[in-house]
Structures are given as structure tokens and as C-alpha cells.
């Protein structure tokens, strides 16, 4: 007979006495609330100022020290304090992910392939057929691999709703009212209503835009209309404190209709005293009217019709026990995610570093059941190592509201993918200044990227150099305007000598192609043009030896700097210096994608592994910083938007040991590329350990490097200190 685990009280049961043992549990749950001397309070976990005092004082014994582990052994538990063997916790959202992820990347690189066949160049829009009857095209084979996925849409939605909600999707080969799809009759098609067989293979710029313009209006009033309810059914009493759950209850009474009739100072009917008055005066209740009450009240229990105070006390009983489940889930769920002291210290210190401490705090209080639902995703704790090298994760999944693919949050349309929507729950929810920082629409996005391309001015020229790469390939005459970086400001602590610096680079297909830009039709590709500018590698090779020449005459470390390269998977290239980069350079790989968390995974390995005596590793979190680590300073230069760029910031708002400096290169008069930027500079708005700078065209490479310094080293360094950090260090022979 197939048996289980139960979560709860690690008990094997059968299968087949499954909802006996859930009834069994529910039963302790409810006796546990009518006992006033049970304990009520959730686990209360220690705060991470304490736990780091703890964490601090374990002795040196304790505390793992020597090489960094290998691939055979990084999954052991004992690199870690006081840490305990334990399963992989899998709930629901992780069982449909993992579901998911099986043939999500697949899905998303199909979608892309046919999108290249057919000349469509917005990522939002899907190739359309003129017409539905199914034929063997590439169209609708595409949209049979769509239908297929069915089971999984399904699972993943049930795991990811809120109570009320409801499946839906656009499978289906004939469009009905009857899917259940808020976005079928409300949306117009990109392609108009219809046409030639050519017309309904291109979409069209008018009604691209009404497209966009009504998703974006039906997605805001979704989300809040969902906001609305998800708040609505959060429990009226705290689930903690089974004290109010009590005085609830005991507030509501249950009376007859004849207790109600005769209650007053006569309740058993006997004469009425003497008075004064008139018996006519004296009002009595008519015999009729209680006698058809009654008659009334018989034949109401009779056909099942509960009075207003019954129905009050069976809300009442049915929150109350859904409050019971919630919590006893919540309680559930935190004991299998965070099974040991270790690992709620580090899940403590990440959101202490996040800033959203309290936040979370107050949703487990007064918001349980959207705490529970975020809690499961994830929310709460680190991004797993795990992640960085699998194509297809909970962070990584496409979001499409039309589509009914779903995201976490009762407020999930309008995202691209479920980092990006994690990434603003998490931006919206930290402490700090006021304001929400809502993600720019598409139109909006647009917009202010054509506005920032509109700021581009001439470089100063004090930075000009004759070997700049454009003036050696002589691409074009003269450089491209730049929009100017915001003066510096020192947000991180300055440079110390102790600090790592490595170099990031990203070496994805992209890098190695001739520089195009896209042309617009209104917010429509309809093609692209080329632009006269050298490729990005070479851009990226020579800002890389301005800046390792410039780092060896500040900090004297001649030997170079470790050099990580990533696309779709990441290598150690080296130590890269002066003296060996052009030999470097040749055993750099150019191709692939754009992962930057897979380059990100082996930054942090190289650095743990030459510090790992004031670090600790954790077998789902990975490393761990320790009060003495040394602070890692990397340079990031990347040629495009990452795939995980979401994933990449929100790992980097959670650590206070790593301090990055992006350099975006871009193609000149490309709106995609101040895109990037935009949001680059958000995220380095609201974090102080990143930093950002881009350059577009015929780069004008001293000035760049200027920049990059300054925010590398954390201080202002004047024109006449950078020329003097130009000049070619003395190498020894």
C-alpha cells in the first residue's frame, strides 16, 4: 500500500487514511484554541542582531575553515554551525514549477524562433495565422505545443491562486466567450480584425497601439480589483492569538424566536401586576403572531433556512477554523523551509539587509494568507544557488496575463517574468522613503527612453584619445553623444586595501555582432538599420585594459585581476593583467545567451574560495559572508539586458560584502539600449552597493573609464589624479 510523510508530525500514514489524519490534526488544532494556558504565540525567532552575536562567538573549532568545497561535497550540511541534515522541502508552487521548468525554456525559445521566421521583433507579440482551421504550418504547430501544456498552466495556476480565483487560457483552437478569459473580447488583436492572408500575418502599427493601451488599462483594474479582494479575505481576528478568537465566539448567542418573543420581565407568562392604568392600556403580544412566529420559525429549520444569528455564527465558526488551517500551514511551511538555527539566521540576515524586517512581520500578523502564498514562492529568503545554473526556474518564468500564465502576487499582470515582478514586490516593501516605485508600462518605458536618448550631449573633450577603438577602426568620424552619468556621490565606503576586485564580462552572442539599431513604427519594429560603431567585444577589451592599468598603479597589485566570463554558462578565464591580456582575450568564447547569475555563481565561488577561512557555506543559500570577508568589488560589462538581470538585482540587494559597477554598452540612437539604462539607474537609485554607467556608439573610452573608477573606488578622483593613474605602471621583467 503506497504511504506518506506526514509534514506535520513526520508520521507515516496511508494514502487511503490521508483526510482522516488532516481531520485528525484539525481536531488538535481546535482543541488547542479552546485552551487558555496553550501557547499561541508563532515561533519567535531570533532577531539578527542576536543571532549574529551568537553566530560571532562560535569557536574557532566550530566555525569551518580551509579550501572551499568541491562539487562532491558542497551539498554537506556540516559547513555550517550547528546545522542539521534535512530533506528538500517541496510544497505545491515548487511541485508545478518544477513541472514547468521542464519545458518552459523550450517554449520560450520556440516562441522566439517563429518570431524570427515571421519578421516580429516585439517580444509581446505572437505570430497569428489568417485563419484557425489547423493546418501543418509552423503557426499552428507552435500553438499545438501551446495546447499540450495544458495540465501544466492548469497546476501551475491552482498552486499560485488565491481563494476565488479561477483558470484560464487561450488554447483552444476556436475562440469562445465561454474560456473564462478577461482578455478575450476586451483586448483587440495586434493584427487588426482581420484582412488579407498577408495583413493577418504582420501586425499593424494602429492597432498595436490600441493593443498595448488596452492591456495596460485592463491589467491595472485587474490588479486592483484582485488587490481588493485578496484583502478582503484576510481573517477579521489575529490567527495568533487565540484569546480574541475566543472572545469572537463567546459575542454571539443563538435564540429561539420564542425566547426572543417572550423574553422581558414575563418570560413564563404569568398575570401581569396591578397597575394604575387601564387594561386596555397594557400591551400584550397578540396570540396570533406568536403562534404564526413560531409556525414560521418550524418551518424554516424544516426547509433549512438559517435565521440571521445562525448564519452569523457559522461565519463566525468557518473563519475561525480557517484561520486554525492557516496557521497551522504557515507553521507548516516554516518549520520544513527553515529547519535549523543556521538557516533562520541567514534567512533573518537577508531580510534585515533587504529592509523588509518589519514588513514581512506585520504580513504574518495581519496578512496570513498573502504572507502564506509569498512564503511558499520563496519571498522571504535568499535566491538558492541552485537556481543560477538551471535554464528554467520559479524566477525565471514568463508572466502572460492573456495567456493565463500567472505570477505570485495578487497584483501580477503587466510583468514580463516572476523575477521582475519579486523584484518590485520587494522594491515596494522595503523600508525607507516614502512612495511606491511602480513598474513603468510599456508606452511609459518607451517614452522615457526616447526622452533620456533626447538628453545625449557631446563628451567633454579633455577625454579625447587617438586610440580609441573608433578612431583605429575608423568606424566613423568623430564620438557619439552620451547622456552624462549624474555627478558622483559616494553611497558605499571608499575603497580599502583589503578588497577584491574581479572583472565580469559578458561575452554572449550579441558581443560579437555588427551594431544594429531598431526602427520604429510608433511602438513597432519594423526592422533595423546598422550602425557605424565598432563591435561591443572590442569596446569591452579596451575599457578592461584602461582599467586594469589604472587599478594596478592605484592598489600596486601588478599580477592582475581575476577575469570571469559569462553567457550561458560561465568560465574562470584567469588572472588578467597588462602584460597578458591580448593573450587572455584569445581564450574568451564569444556566443551563447546573456545568464548573468551563472557569472555571478562563479564570482562569488572564486572569492569564497581564496577568503573561505571568514566564510561558511550553506547547502541550499550557498556562501555566506562572515564579519571579516573582505569585501568584493566587481566590474560588470555587459552589452544588452540580461535574461536573470531581475534575479541579479534582487540577489544583490540582500548582501552588504559586494559592491558592483555596471558598464552597459550600447548602439548609438537605440531606444532599447536607454531602456536598459533606465532601469540600471533605478535599481542604483535604491541600492547603494551597485553603480552604473553607460556609453552608447563611438565610445570615448578615457571618459568612460574615469567614471568607472570613481564609482569602483567609492571616491571622487580629480582629472589630474586619473592622468596620473593612466600612465603605464612599471612592470617588472
Known amino acids: 500500500m503506497e504511504k506518506l510523510v506526514c509534514s506535520r508530525c513526520d508520521r507515516e500514514i496511508p494514502l487511503t487514511e490521508k483526510a482522516e489524519h488532516d481531520d485528525w490534526h484539525l481536531a488538535k488544532d481546535l482543541d488547542h484554541s479552546n485552551n487558555p494556558d496553550a501557547e499561541t504565540a508563532p515561533p519567535a525567532y531570533d532577531s539578527p542582531a542576536k543571532l549574529d552575536d551568537q553566530y560571532n562567538g562560535f569557536s574557532t573549532e566550530r566555525r569551518p575553515s580551509g579550501p572551499a568545497p568541491t562539487d562532491s561535497h558542497q551539498k554537506m550540511v556540516t559547513k555550517v554551525p550547528n546545522a542539521t541534515k534535512h530533506k528538500h522541502h517541496i510544497n505545491k508552487v515548487d511541485e508545478a514549477a518544477n513541472l514547468r521548468a521542464k519545458d518552459e525554456q523550450a517554449m520560450q525559445q520556440a516562441l522566439q524562433n517563429l518570431q524570427y521566421r515571421y519578421r516580429i521583433y516585439n517580444s509581446e507579440i505572437e505570430p497569428e495565422h489568417e485563419t484557425d482551421n489547423p493546418c501543418g504550418c509552423p503557426i499552428h504547430e507552435y500553438q499545438r505545443k501551446k495546447r499540450s501544456r495544458k495540465h501544466v498552466l492548469t497546476q501551475w495556476s491552482e498552486a499560485v491562486m488565491y481563494p476565488g480565483e479561477k483558470v484560464y487560457h487561450d488554447l483552444q483552437y476556436q475562440t469562445t466567450i465561454f474560456t473564462g478569459n478577461p482578455y478575450?473580447?476586451?483586448?483587440?488583436?495586434?493584427?487588426?480584425?482581420g484582412g488579407t492572408a498577408w495583413s493577418r500575418s504582420h501586425p499593424r502599427p494602429?492597432?498595436?497601439?490600441?493593443?498595448?493601451?488596452?492591456?495596460?488599462?485592463?491589467?491595472?483594474?485587474?490588479?486592483?480589483?484582485?488587490?481588493?479582494?485578496?484583502?478582503?479575505?484576510?481573517?477579521?481576528?489575529?490567527?495568533?492569538?487565540?484569546?480574541?478568537?475566543?472572545?469572537?465566539?463567546?459575542?454571539?448567542?443563538?435564540?429561539?424566536?420564542?425566547?426572543?418573543?417572550?423574553?422581558?420581565?414575563?418570560?413564563?407568562?404569568?398575570?401581569?401586576?396591578?397597575?394604575?392604568?387601564?387594561?386596555?392600556?397594557?400591551?400584550?403580544?397578540?396570540?396570533?403572531?406568536?403562534?404564526?412566529?413560531?409556525?414560521?420559525?418550524?418551518?424554516?429549520?424544516?426547509?433549512?433556512?438559517?435565521?440571521?444569528?445562525?448564519?452569523?455564527?457559522?461565519?463566525?465558526?468557518?473563519?475561525?477554523?480557517?484561520?486554525?488551517?492557516?496557521?497551522?500551514?504557515?507553521?507548516?511551511?516554516?518549520?520544513?523551509?527553515?529547519?535549523?538555527?543556521?538557516?533562520?539566521?541567514?534567512?533573518?540576515?537577508?531580510?534585515?539587509?533587504?529592509?523588509?524586517?518589519?514588513?514581512?512581520?506585520?504580513?504574518?500578523?495581519?496578512?496570513?494568507?498573502?504572507?502564506?502564498?509569498?512564503?511558499?514562492?520563496?519571498?522571504?529568503?535568499?535566491?538558492?544557488?541552485?537556481?543560477?545554473?538551471?535554464?528554467?526556474?520559479?524566477?525565471?518564468?514568463?508572466?502572460?496575463?492573456?495567456?493565463?500564465?500567472?505570477?505570485?502576487?495578487?497584483?501580477?499582470?503587466?510583468?514580463?517574468?516572476?523575477?521582475?515582478?519579486?523584484?518590485?514586490?520587494?522594491?515596494?516593501?522595503?523600508?525607507?522613503?516614502?512612495?511606491?516605485?511602480?513598474?513603468?508600462?510599456?508606452?511609459?518605458?518607451?517614452?522615457?527612453?526616447?526622452?533620456?536618448?533626447?538628453?545625449?550631449?557631446?563628451?567633454?573633450?579633455?577625454?579625447?584619445?587617438?586610440?580609441?577603438?573608433?578612431?583605429?577602426?575608423?568606424?566613423?568620424?568623430?564620438?557619439?553623444?552620451?547622456?552624462?552619468?549624474?555627478?558622483?556621490?559616494?553611497?558605499?565606503?571608499?575603497?580599502?586595501?583589503?578588497?577584491?576586485?574581479m572583472i565580469l564580462l559578458d561575452v554572449s552572442g550579441s558581443m560579437d555582432f555588427d551594431p544594429a539599431r531598431p526602427n520604429y513604427d510608433q511602438y513597432l519594429i519594423t526592422g533595423f538599420s546598422p550602425s557605424t560603431q565598432p563591435k561591443n567585444k572590442d569596446v569591452a577589451k579596451a575599457i578592461i585594459r584602461r582599467f586594469i592599468d589604472a587599478m594596478a598603479n592605484h592598489d600596486r597589485a601588478f599580477d592582475g585581476y581575476d577575469l570571469v566570463t559569462f553567457s550561458s554558462h560561465a568560465k574562470v578565464i584567469g588572472t588578467v593583467s597588462h602584460k597578458n591580456l591580448d593573450a587572455t582575450w584569445n581564450k574568451v568564447a564569444i556566443g551563447g545567451g546573456t545568464r548573468v547569475m551563472t557569472g555571478w555563481q562563479k564570482v562569488k565561488q572564486r572569492h569564497f574560495e581564496k577568503h573561505s577561512e571568514s566564510a561558511t557555506y550553506h547547502p541550499v543559500y550557498g556562501w555566506q559572508a562572515g564579519p571579516q570577508t573582505p569585501m568584493l568589488r566587481l566590474l560588470l560589462l555587459l552589452d544588452g539586458e540580461a535574461t536573470d538581470m531581475d534575479e541579479f538585482e534582487l540577489e544583490l540587494l540582500g548582501l552588504s560584502w559586494a559592491h558592483v559597477t555596471i558598464f552597459l554598452i550600447g548602439v548609438d540612437g537605440c531606444p532599447h539600449h536607454h531602456r536598459h539604462a533606465n532601469e540600471l539607474q533605478r535599481i542604483s537609485d535604491v541600492n547603494h552597493h551597485v553603480s552604473f554607467v553607460d556609453a552608447q556608439g563611438n565610445t570615448p573610452e578615457r571618459f568612460v573609464t574615469h567614471e568607472l573608477l570613481k564609482r569602483h573606488l567609492g571616491y571622487e578622483i580629480s582629472m589630474q589624479e586619473f592622468c596620473e593613474l593612466e600612465e603605464l605602471p612599471a612592470y617588472e621583467a
Open 184 to 193: 478575450l473580447l476586451r483586448v483587440i488583436s495586434p493584427y487588426g480584425y
Open 206 to 501: 494602429g492597432f498595436h497601439v490600441k493593443y498595448i493601451h488596452q492591456t495596460i488599462a485592463l491589467n491595472n483594474s485587474l490588479n486592483h480589483d484582485a488587490q481588493a479582494k485578496v484583502d478582503a479575505m484576510e481573517p477579521k481576528h489575529s490567527i495568533w492569538d487565540d484569546k480574541a478568537l475566543d472572545t469572537a465566539m463567546s459575542q454571539l448567542t443563538l435564540a429561539s424566536e420564542s425566547e426572543k418573543l417572550s423574553s422581558g420581565p414575563d418570560k413564563k407568562a404569568y398575570p401581569d401586576e396591578k397597575t394604575d392604568e387601564p387594561e386596555s392600556s397594557v400591551q400584550r403580544p397578540e396570540p396570533s403572531k406568536r403562534a404564526s412566529s413560531s409556525r414560521f420559525s418550524a418551518f424554516r429549520k424544516a426547509v433549512g433556512i438559517k435565521s440571521s444569528d445562525e448564519r452569523a455564527i457559522a461565519k463566525t465558526e468557518k473563519s475561525v477554523n480557517q484561520g486554525l488551517v492557516l496557521r497551522s500551514d504557515i507553521l507548516a511551511e516554516e518549520a520544513a523551509r527553515w529547519p535549523d538555527e543556521v538557516t533562520r539566521y541567514i534567512v533573518a540576515v537577508y531580510q534585515d539587509k533587504v529592509g523588509m524586517e518589519r514588513k514581512i512581520a506585520h504580513l504574518r500578523a495581519h496578512q496570513p494568507l498573502q504572507y502564506l502564498h509569498l512564503l511558499r514562492a520563496g519571498y522571504f529568503e535568499p535566491i538558492p544557488v541552485a537556481w543560477a545554473d538551471q535554464a528554467s526556474n520559479i524566477l525565471t518564468f514568463s508572466i502572460e496575463a492573456a495567456g493565463g500564465w500567472r505570477g505570485i502576487t495578487p497584483a501580477w499582470r503587466g510583468y514580463e517574468d516572476t523575477a521582475e515582478e519579486r523584484l518590485y514586490w520587494v522594491l515596494n516593501h522595503r523600508e525607507g522613503p516614502a512612495g511606491v516605485r511602480m513598474k513603468p508600462d510599456f508606452i511609459s518605458e518607451m517614452n522615457m527612453a526616447r526622452d533620456r536618448m533626447a538628453k545625449a550631449v557631446e563628451p567633454p573633450p579633455g577625454y579625447y584619445a587617438a586610440d580609441d577603438t573608433c578612431h583605429i577602426q575608423h568606424t566613423s568620424k568623430g564620438y557619439s553623444k552620451q547622456v552624462m552619468p549624474p555627478p558622483f556621490r559616494s553611497s558605499d565606503r571608499a575603497e580599502v586595501p583589503t578588497d577584491d576586485t
